[in-house]
């Protein structure tokens, strides 16, 4: 006997270890009358494992909307009453709840993903579930482009309130408009994510490395800072970010729509009002895309996205913009 079956026998012998079966059981009987929170919560206990707080997070936030759902019509959820007429009422009261109509889409599509990995797991379920579709609504989100972020990253702040303050906001701002790394990334930087040149960095909601060239301007702030970037908090470097914005003169109005509560709503917003800590990250795909020499799965490899749709859906390009993007293409030459 090898040493690890040894090891196996001791462990055994001492009952220090439970002995588990992992027979599939595909044909067996289903597990009937399970409620399907108690199942959810189950299976994403065991995920969370191996998943990053961010899933764990948004699996709590559905149970909290069905937890209500039941509250509110005084009902059970089992596993196999997650059927086509139970989403239809369950959009009907994430309407009620006022959210928008592509938040409902993420929730139901990931009630819709959990009930298939329950009918995996052996408990029963009702296959009608899978009829069920909630239409993407087109959303509306600015980028800035290259003139821009070199217009914020040269603009002296003249007032004194807080000056010191902005620049550090706007200094950590510019280099999320130039890396495509998301607020959580490049606003916990490190002098040991800097090396040769590169940003080099575990990224927190995806645990993949990724290695960014460092823009020259992103060279610069590094030698201002010594490599130790300002860090804030998201929610007041998101209300200062607005201010600065404001300040330097990103007054425009904007004009869009969209569904919140089953109803369509049309806003106009100044354009300093629709930048976020997010803008930066949306503005660096969008700018590395149209410079035309940036193949798009290299640009997806930074970004992280894992399929062309879902980058041209995230980047902001208008078809004017794609059309002078191929326009120097061969194929349109003799």
Do not use: W
């Not at 588990?20 to 199942?39: H, P, Q, S, W």
């Not at 086509?84 to 309407?95: G, N, P, S, V």
Request: charged share 30%.
């Amino acid at each position: 006997m090898n040493a690890l079956k040894l090891k196996i026998a001791e462990i055994e012998e001492n009952g220090s270890i439970k002995k588990r079966d992992y027979v599939n059981r595909l044909g067996v009987e289903a597990k009937r009358d399970v409620l399907f929170i108690d199942a959810l919560e189950t299976i994403v206990e065991r995920k969370a494992r191996r998943k990053t707080e961010s899933y764990v997070s948004q699996y709590k936030a559905i149970v909290s909307h069905l937890t209500d759902f039941c509250e509110y019509y005084e009902c059970l959820l089992y596993t196999n009453s997650i059927t086509e007429d139970f989403l239809d009422d369950f959009i009907l009261f994430l309407e009620k709840k006022n959210l928008r109509v592509n938040t409902i889409k993420g929730i139901v599509q990931k009630v819709k993903t959990m009930t298939k990995k329950l009918g995996m797991y052996g408990y029963i379920i009702d296959p009608t579930f899978d009829e069920v579709e909630v239409e993407e609504e087109s959303t509306f989100s600015i980028y800035l482009s290259m003139n821009d972020i070199t217009r914020i990253y040269y603009y002296k702040f003249l007032k004194q309130d807080k000056r010191k303050a902005k620049e550090r906001i706007r200094d950590l701002f510019v280099v999320g408009c130039l890396t495509a790394l998301r607020y959580s990334d490049y606003s916990t930087l490190k002098p040991e994510d800097f090396q040769d040149g590169y940003i080099v960095k575990r990224t927190k909601k995806t645990n993949i490395v990724v290695r960014v060239p460092m823009h020259d301007y992103v060279t610069e702030i590094y030698n201002k800072y010594d490599g130790c970037l300002p860090t804030f908090n998201i929610q007041y470097f998101n209300r200062y970010l607005k201010l600065i914005m404001q300040e330097i003169g990103f007054d425009e109005e904007l004009t869009f729509s969209y569904t919140q509560g089953g109803v369509l709503k049309t806003v106009t917003k100044p354009k300093y009002d629709l930048v976020s800590s997010h803008t930066a990250r949306r503005s660096a795909a969008t700018n590395m895309y149209l410079t035309g020499r940036l193949k798009t799965y290299e640009i997806m490899q930074l970004t992280g996205h894992t399929s062309e749709k879902n980058f041209f859906r995230y980047i902001k390009v208008t078809s004017e913009q794609s059309a002078t993007h191929i326009a120097g293409d061969s194929f349109f030459k003799k």
